[in-house]
C-alpha cells in the first residue's frame, strides 16, 4: 500500500458518545423539530427497563412515540416489513433503532423499504445510496457493543432462504447516541460475542485488501481498545470504563466496515448461520484462526505490522510478531466460549457445497487479503468439520 493510492473517505453523521446521554434524546429531537417518533427494538429490552428510559426521554420534551418490539436475534424480513407498515400506518417523522445489531439492522431494512419501495431483498447487490422521496431522520442508540451497525453502511438481515446484506449510505444512521449505560445490564457471554466481532471486523479490515490507510489506524485504534477492555468488560460487568472502552472499539470497528469492508472471517460465517442458528461472535470464533492460518501464508508481513503497532511484540522476526497477534486474538476468542469445530452447531460434511457457495457470493470473502477461490473455501470449511 502505498499514501498516494486513490482511496474514498465516508464519515458517519453525528456522535454523542458518554454516560447519560441517551437521555438528552427527546431534547434532541425537538430541538430538530421532530415531535413523533418509531423506536425499533426488542421484548427483552423493553421488560429490562431501558425502552421505558428512552420513552422516558423522550416524553420529557414532548415527543409523541410507538415502538416495533418485535425485532428477533437474528432479524429476518418479515420483522423489517412489520416495521415498515407500522412506520407507514403512523404519522412519525423519525426513526429511532434502540438495541444491538438486530434491531439497528432491522431498522436498517425499514429504510431501504421506504426508499425503494421494494422489499428490503431487492436491495441485496445493489446500493442504496439515492432516493426518489425524502429520507427520515434516523437515530441509533446501540445497547450491545460489537456489531458496528450503529455507524455502518451495511445491515445483515435473514429472509426464509438465508442471510444476506444489504448496504448503503442512506443505510447509515445519521445521529448515533452512545451511551456506555445501556450495555450495563448486558450479561457476560453477550459482552464477550459483541466484542468479539468488533475485533473481527477491526483486523479483517485492517488486513483485507481494500486501501484506506485512515480506516487501518481506525482499526488498530479499535483493535486496542478491545485488547485493554474487553475481559474487564467480561468479568467487571458495572466497570464503567470498560464498558465505554468496547463501546468506542464497536464504533470505530463499524467506520471501518464502512470504509473497506470485512475479510472471510465474515464471508464464510455469514453462510453459515444461513444452514443453522448460531450466536454471532461464536461463529466468527470458531471460524477466526483458520482464516488467520490461511491468510498467515501471504500475509504474516501484515499481521506482524499490526502486532508491532499494536505494543504486542517488539520482534524482528516477522513470524514471531505474526504469532503474538494471533495468540492475542486467540485469547479474545476464547472469552465467547465458542465451539471448536461447526459441527458442533449442526454443520454437517453435506452442507459445505452450499455453505461453499454463499461464501462466494460475498463482498467480504472476495476482499480476503489473501484470494480465496472455492476449492480453497471448501477445504476450510471441511477442516472445520
Not at 194 to 209: E, L
Not at 278 to 299: D, E, S
Request: charge should be negative.
Amino acid at each position: 500500500m502505498s499514501l498516494a493510492d486513490k482511496f474514498t473517505l465516508n464519515w458517519p453523521g453525528n456522535a454523542l458518545f458518554g454516560a447519560g446521554r441517551c437521555d438528552e434524546l427527546g431534547a434532541v429531537l425537538a430541538a430538530r423539530g421532530q415531535l413523533s417518533a418509531l423506536i425499533v427494538t426488542d421484548q427483552g429490552l423493553a421488560e429490562a427497563g431501558v425502552l421505558g428510559r428512552i420513552e422516558a426521554a423522550l416524553d420529557g420534551a414532548g415527543v409523541r412515540h410507538s415502538a416495533y418490539r418485535g425485532v428477533l436475534p437474528n432479524p429476518t424480513t418479515a420483522n423489517v416489513t412489520q416495521a415498515r407498515e407500522m412506520w407507514q400506518a403512523g404519522s412519525f417523522d423519525a426513526l429511532i433503532a434502540l438495541g444491538g445489531g438486530s434491531s439497528i439492522d432491522t431498522a436498517k431494512g425499514v429504510m431501504a423499504e421506504l426508499l425503494t419501495g421494494e422489499d428490503a431483498f431487492a436491495s441485496f447487490g445493489r446500493d442504496v445510496d439515492s432516493a426518489k422521496t425524502a429520507v427520515p431522520p434516523f437515530y441509533a442508540l446501540p445497547t450491545t457493543s460489537g456489531t458496528g451497525s450503529e455507524c455502518s453502511l451495511g445491515a445483515v438481515l435473514k429472509s426464509p432462504e438465508r442471510k444476506f446484506v444489504i448496504r448503503g449510505r442512506l443505510l447509515q444512521p445519521a445521529t448515533v447516541i452512545m451511551d456506555p449505560e445501556l450495555t450495563l445490564s448486558l450479561p457476560a457471554g453477550m459482552t464477550a460475542c459483541t466484542g468479539f466481532d468488533a475485533f473481527a471486523h477491526a483486523i479483517g479490515a485492517y488486513t483485507n485488501k481494500v486501501v484506506n490507510p485512515i480506516a487501518d489506524e481506525m482499526a488498530l485504534a479499535s483493535m486496542r481498545l478491545i485488547f485493554e477492555h474487553l475481559e474487564t468488560a467480561v468479568t467487571e460487568p458495572q466497570n464503567l470504563e470498560a464498558r465505554a472502552g468496547v463501546m468506542m472499539s464497536s464504533y470505530l470497528a463499524g467506520f471501518c466496515i464502512g470504509q473497506q469492508g470485512v475479510d472471510a472471517i465474515h464471508g464464510l460465517c455469514t453462510p453459515v448461520e444461513s444452514v443453522v442458528s448460531t450466536i454471532h461472535g461464536q461463529g466468527l470464533a470458531t471460524i477466526l484462526p483458520h482464516i488467520l492460518r490461511f491468510n498467515a501464508v501471504t500475509m504474516t508481513a501484515k499481521y506482524a505490522q499490526a502486532a508491532r503497532r499494536l505494543g504486542l511484540s517488539d520482534a524482528p522476526e516477522d513470524e514471531v510478531a505474526r504469532d503474538a497477534l494471533f495468540e492475542a486474538a486467540l485469547k479474545l476468542s476464547a472469552l465467547t466460549r465458542a465451539p471448536e469445530k461447526l459441527t458442533d452447531y449442526g454443520i454437517t460434511a453435506g452442507d459445505i457445497p452450499r455453505l461453499t457457495e454463499m461464501a462466494l457470493l460475498s463482498q467480504a470473502t472476495e476482499r480476503n487479503g489473501r484470494p480465496m477461490g472455492a476449492t480453497d473455501i471448501t477445504k476450510l470449511y471441511e477442516a472445520m468439520i
